[in-house]
């Protein structure tokens, strides 16, 4: 499985972006996609993850703000950002993890800069 996240950019605080994984190969294997993400200095931390049957979780801080959602028949998972803070700034990465085999895949990271 490879996954090719974009959707970065820079935009203003309160403001919204929605980032795309895009996943080639066996993306029906995949249990779980999340997106992750990591400030300079800060370890990575999970944001947002969804199953294949739709359950989704979201860290405390980014609820009432960011929502995931998988389009399987584009083999894609979106995170959509509203309400932009600066402390939202960093890059993001989907992570795909394949139960039946105890394998999990990166995407390369997407730069998301909140800034006025």
């Known amino acids: 499985v490879q996954l090719q996240a974009s959707g970065g950019g820079l935009v203003q605080p309160g403001g919204s972006l929605r980032l795309s994984c895009a996943a080639s190969?066996?993306?029906?294997?995949?249990?779980?996609v999340g997106w992750y993400r990591q400030a300079p200095g800060n370890q990575r931390e999970l944001v947002a993850s969804?199953?294949?049957?739709?359950?989704?979780n979201l860290v405390d801080s980014v609820k009432g703000r960011f929502t995931i959602s998988r389009n399987n028949a584009k083999n894609t998972v979106y995170l959509q950002m509203s309400g932009l803070k600066p402390e939202d700034t960093a890059v993001y990465y989907c992570?795909?993890?394949?139960?039946?085999?105890?394998?999990?895949?990166w995407g390369q990271g997407t730069q998301v800069t909140v800034s006025s």
């Open positions: 969804i199953t294949g049957g739709g359950i989704i």
């Open positions: 190969g066996r993306f029906y294997t995949i249990s779980i």
């Open positions: 992570r795909a993890f394949e139960a039946a085999t105890g394998n999990a895949y």
